[in-house]
């Protein structure tokens, strides 16, 4: 066997389902993932004794429906056929939330976050309480039946756009592109199934420590690194098109690099900041009714 068929054949042997359940492409870079893992699993383990640190001996820390066959289909952990299937816890956390909080019940995009939930507390009592503190807490309104917290935080990252990056407005503005048509679902489904799983978790890590300023920092640096690809559209398909690419490649498979950056790319950032064009968003919101 010819050494470029012995290559072919040892990549065709290599499982293609991540460790988390999902299957990875046909063309994924399986020798740029492991450079990049190998290296992560450094920092990985150097994480891990310092969260030890930090939690050993506290024994308080809190706990932190129509969907089921749409939620990651590419994972195999979600399948009917898995054993066990996770459909099914996804269904009892859903629909307990749904009793618990009543004024939102059940809005897409949360089996996502729920599904993510579950497949790294493997436990429903842990993965409802971290959905409540997502969603009643850090991201209140958000998935309310007017959702008017996630429309108001879009156009809030519009305006810090027009700050920041003057000419990707300008672009959009041109060519009347709503925000909401571009970057709904970085914010209903907070990047998941968009960027990949470890760096969704490094970003939900954030998101639970610090509040939902994080979403702006990502959404943020994700076009600032990408400002003049995206600057190259033409068109409102190229734009949305182009929005889509910016999500994918090394710089946010890389996610501890990734996540330095988006502490250091967006700039200031200041609370009082967001607060303030939360209200002036919210405020137009109400008044368009």
């Given at each position: ?11 065709d ?9 999902f299957?990875?492409p ?7 993932y492991?450079e ?18 930090l ?8 706990k932190?429906?129509t ?10 952990k979600?399948?009917k056929?898995?054993?066990p ?7 009892n956390v859903?629909?307990?939330?749904g009793?618990?909080?009543?004024g ?7 089996n996502?976050?729920a599904?993510?939930?579950i ?17 009643g ?13 996630l ?11 027009r700050?920041k ?15 909401t048509l ?12 968009i960027l990949p ?9 954030c ?13 943020l640096?994700?076009?600032k ?35 330095q950056?988006?502490?250091s ?14 209200e002036s968003c ?8």
């Open positions: 066997m010819e050494p470029a068929e012995r290559a072919q054949a040892a990549r042997r290599v499982p293609r389902i991540d460790p988390y359940g299957e990875r046909e063309d994924f870079d399986y020798a740029a492991e990049f893992f190998s290296t992560y699993l450094v920092i990985l383990t150097r994480r891990a004794i310092k969260w030890s640190k939690l050993k001996g506290s024994s308080s820390v809190q932190s429906i969907d089921m066959n749409r939620t990651f289909p590419d994972n195999v979600f399948r056929s898995a054993d299937c996770l459909q099914k816890t996804l269904y859903l629909l307990a939330y009793h618990h909080n009543q939102v019940g059940y809005c897409q995009g949360m996502f976050i599904g993510y939930l497949l790294i507390t493997k436990n429903e009592e842990e993965s409802f309480w971290l959905l409540d503190a997502l969603v807490r850090i991201l209140p309104d958000y998935y309310s039946p007017a959702m008017l917290g429309k108001m935080d879009q156009e809030v990252l519009g305006e810090l756009v700050t990056l003057p000419a990707v407005a300008a672009l959009m503005d041109g060519h009347g592109v709503l925000w571009v970057v709904s679902r970085w914010f209903i489904c907070l990047f998941v199934d799983v470890e760096t969704v978790l490094r970003i939900w890590d998101l639970f420590n610090e509040g939902s300023k994080i979403i702006f920092r990502v959404a640096t994700l076009i690194q990408h400002q003049a690809f995206i600057l190259e559209a033409t068109s409102v398909a190229d734009i949305c098109e182009k929005f889509k690419e910016i999500t994918k490649g090394s710089f946010v498979m890389e996610c501890h690099t990734f996540m950056k988006i502490f790319e967006p700039g200031s950032l200041s609370m009082t900041t967001i607060t303030r064009l939360r919210r405020a137009k919101l109400l008044v368009q009714g």
